[in-house]
């Protein structure tokens, strides 16, 4: 059943400039790292004497983080050893820009906080990030959409491994320039988040001056149902499922408001420690605990809830689960809605049944760890309940692939942000900047002077290839321009389905093989295979073995065809002439010639 919902988007859009406090570049390097550092951050109070309890819980973990960095793309600001250069003037630029376009209002100076980051993304400990403009709008689909406002801020560290004891961090990405975009809450369906999300995306690829690839565009999402709360779902990378990702957090928080309507008298819910029963046990996961203790919990009138479905294929068990393996770092648990299974046998739930003193309409819990974990883990599953029995909490969840989420944090409080003291305000007032050309409009100008379908046009722009393929029409009047576009656009992909390769082809092979084609040196049906061939060899040394033969010379061997196969259609015979000349003719000619000779 479709919930009423309401949402707000975060955008965040790396820009292909320097990175923001330094002048080092902005790739992503994953190669082999030049240097490591260790660190442990600590927590500190704000000004106002007040912690953080999002970041007071990433301390409690007591992690250490491994920093790998590159001399190529990695400096003393990165390693929080120098304080930050001047503000980089063209990610200013581009985020005044942007500003303007969606007719947001500009402040007069920049002024940069710093933002808590205790997870171990930014060696720092803060996000730097500045306020650039509000109050702007959008219309999507004849909709108008609030702009909350535009920050321009630095990336974080890309994570690279996770483990219980530290987390790895590559430090290349750390420090690159970072628009975040904030909807207001006025959308109110998983489509059209999707479609506001596609707008944007649009906008910013419009300025040309944006990262593309998976990762460079990341979208965080505000989701809220009447009587449930304001969830964040971060890192929402794939646009193709952000409606479902919508669309299933508000089943999930109608789900839970549901299922909770059954009062649980937390009093009586008192962790056990039931390993004794399972001393002989069939179940591996058990097994394998080899120092492990069982613990469990009754939780009173609660049968066929903790196994009933709140998104795809993750109940509520699920739920409690996550909750539990980021607070105690479990591997799972198992719930008596889902028993006997993995080994755990009929008896043996019996007996835990038994022991908790479980009445027919009752659930339980069981969790096999270490004692301490075991113990902590058991324990935080009663407290996830309790806090799912006031209604929907206020947390930050982790967008999952197949567009459901999990547990992540508690969501963060206004301690979180106070000045940055070493980077002074930018007055705007002087930052000129030309309007913004929308992809949209362009779209339609290319439809129209170059006779192209709307999805091509589309495509076109959308491409990284874009520059390229404008190029291309400009510099040859022959071939079509639908024909170059597609050709740009999908060789490589066909390349793999025809001749199994992975190839990268280069602008400068694309223009020669144009060139080859348009001059009549090779044709049509071979430029994807001398393309293809471009991994190995130049265009030039691989277009000998494609170059059209002289027509003249040919005309008679056409004569010979034709005449050994009289009854054959105009079909077969271009077939067989094609077929021997292996592509070194043209189709035109040879219909033309065939033609002649049989009319």
């Not at 993995?342 to 004692?371: H, M, N, P, Q, R």
């Not at 290839?465 to 576009?485: E, G, T």
């Not at 093989?513 to 001398?530: D, Q, V």
Request: with cysteine.
């Amino acid at each position: 059943m479709e919930q009423k919902v309401k949402v707000g988007i975060e955008v965040h859009q790396q820009l292909d400039t320097n990175k923001l406090f330094c002048n080092c570049p902005s790739n992503i390097l994953e190669d082999k790292p030049d240097f490591s550092i260790k660190r442990k951050l600590r927590l500190s109070q704000s000004e106002m004497g007040t912690l953080d309890k999002a970041s007071l819980h990433e301390v409690k973990k007591n992690k250490e983080f491994h920093y790998y960095g590159y001399f190529k793309n990695t400096c003393l600001v990165e390693l929080d050893e120098e304080p930050p250069h001047n503000v980089n003037p063209y990610a200013l630029e581009i985020a005044i820009q942007i500003s303007k376009a969606m007719k947001c209002k500009v402040v007069d100076n920049i002024v940069f906080m710093r933002k808590i980051v205790l997870d171990g993304s930014n060696t720092s400990g803060f996000q730097r990030t500045g306020l650039v403009s509000v109050d702007g709008d959008i219309e999507v689909e004849g909709k108008k959409i609030g702009i909350h406002s535009l920050c321009l801020e630095e990336d974080a560290a890309k994570v690279s491994k996770r483990t219980p004891d530290y987390d790895v961090y590559n430090l290349s990405r750390l420090g690159i320039p970072l628009l975040e975009i904030t909807t207001a809450p006025d959308i109110t369906s998983g489509k059209q988040a999707k479609k506001v999300a596609e707008y944007i995306g649009m906008l910013l690829r419009s300025s040309g001056k944006v990262k593309r690839g998976l990762g460079s565009i990341r979208q965080d999402i505000n989701v809220s149902i009447p009587g449930g709360n304001r969830v964040e779902i971060k890192g929402a990378q794939d646009l193709r499922i952000l409606d479902k990702i919508v669309d299933y957090e508000a089943n999930r928080q109608a789900s839970i408001l549901k299922l909770m309507k059954t009062k649980i008298n937390f009093d009586k819910i008192k962790p056990l420690d039931v390993t004794d029963i399972f001393k002989k046990t069939d179940c591996s996961i058990i097994k394998n605990k080899k120092k492990g203790v069982v613990f469990g919990i009754n939780i009173p009138n609660f049968s066929e809830k903790i196994g009933f479905e709140i998104q795809p294929s993750k109940r509520l068990g699920t739920e409690l689960s996550d909750y539990a393996k980021v607070k105690a770092g479990i591997s799972g648990l198992f719930h008596s809605d889902e028993l006997p299974k993995y080994g755990i046998t009929d008896l043996e739930v019996k007996k835990v049944k038994d022991k908790l003193k479980c009445k027919d309409k009752d659930a339980f819990i069981i969790i096999c760890e270490e004692s301490l974990i075991a113990n902590k883990a058991i324990n935080s599953v009663i407290e996830r309940l309790k806090d799912l029995s006031t209604g929907i909490s206020e947390e930050v969840r982790k967008a999952n692939q197949d567009g459901t989420s999990s547990y992540l944090r508690p969501i963060s409080g206004s301690a979180r942000m106070y000045p940055e003291t070493d980077v002074p305000p930018v007055s705007t007032k002087k930052i000129k900047v030309d309007k913004l050309k929308l992809l949209s409009d362009l779209a339609v100008e290319l439809e129209k002077k170059f006779k192209l379908s709307h999805d091509l046009a589309n495509s076109i722009l959308k491409s990284a290839k874009k520059d390229l393929i404008l190029s291309l029409f400009k510099q040859f009047n022959i071939l079509k321009p639908s024909y170059l576009a597609e050709i740009v656009l999908t060789s490589e992909k066909q390349i793999k389905k025809d001749f199994n390769k992975e190839i990268l082809i280069s602008d400068n092979n694309f223009i020669e093989a144009f060139k080859l084609l348009e001059t009549n040196k090779i044709s049509k049906n071979s430029i994807l295979e001398l393309l293809s061939l471009t991994d190995k060899k130049t265009i030039k040394q691989a277009s000998s073995s494609f170059e059209l033969a002289d027509i003249k010379d040919i005309e008679n061997e056409i004569k010979v065809i034709v005449e050994k196969n009289k009854c054959a259609s105009m079909g077969t015979l271009m077939g067989l002439v094609m077929k021997k000349y292996n592509g070194k003719i043209s189709g035109k000619d040879v219909s033309d010639i065939i033609r002649k000779l049989l009319w």
